[in-house]
């Protein structure tokens, strides 16, 4: 029944490639049948009826090829930075180390950024002006990468004088801020009384 589906509303294609026989291919017959499951988009419910397995289980399942997806993201932008050269679009972009752990979040090309920047800012607007607060880490990283833009390099500054640069950009200038620490974007000393941009490969 969901072979059939499949061929009818999809054409067999996403079937056809979820069963490539291919080396490349490691999905295991179960996880083939899932995965063609999930592109019929039947209700979880129903799958777990149909698979007579748990609901809380298929919803596993889900999340595991979804934290497989980023792994497989992350590896090819990394393999991209190594080993294809050249200036494009698809070039991951510099940005501050981190102090934790880098993930899938750091992984950001120059055409990402371009995208989200667009949605994001409002350029008509002098001083430049953000348009909401993003939910998604990702993302706050990649505004972050514009508005640390604003903010004068080899400079340190005092709390009120970042502020005034801050401040114009967005209502909530302490959650700016407060990112563009957390991030790397900025250093400031022990008492908090200075502050100064970090530099990237790039600068």
Do not use: C
């Amino acid at each position: 029944m969901i072979e059939q589906h499949l061929t009818i509303v999809h054409g067999g294609n996403q079937s056809s490639l979820i069963h490539l026989d291919s080396r490349y291919n490691t999905l295991t017959a179960k996880q083939q049948n899932l995965l063609t499951a999930f592109a019929t988009g039947i209700k979880d419910a129903d799958l777990a009826k149909q698979f007579q397995l748990a609901a809380a289980t298929i919803r596993h399942q889900k999340f595991t090829f979804r934290e497989k997806a980023k792994q497989a993201k992350l590896y090819l932008a990394i393999y991209q930075s190594v080993f294809e050269s050249g200036q494009t679009s698809n070039d991951l972009i510099a940005l501050p180390e981190q102090p934790g752990i880098v993930d899938d979040r750091f992984a950001i090309t120059e055409d990402e950024v371009a995208q989200t920047l667009k949605q994001y800012f409002d350029f008509d607007h002098e001083p430049l002006q953000l348009k909401r607060w993003p939910k998604k880490q990702k993302t706050i990283v990649m505004i972050l990468t514009r508005i640390i833009d604003e903010i004068p390099l080899k400079q340190p500054l005092s709390e009120a004088e970042l502020n005034t640069y801050l401040r114009p950009i967005y209502f909530d200038y302490t959650t700016l801020r407060r990112y563009l620490i957390d991030y790397g974007f900025l250093r400031r000393t022990v008492d908090g009384r200075q502050y100064w941009r970090t530099t990237t490969q790039e600068d």
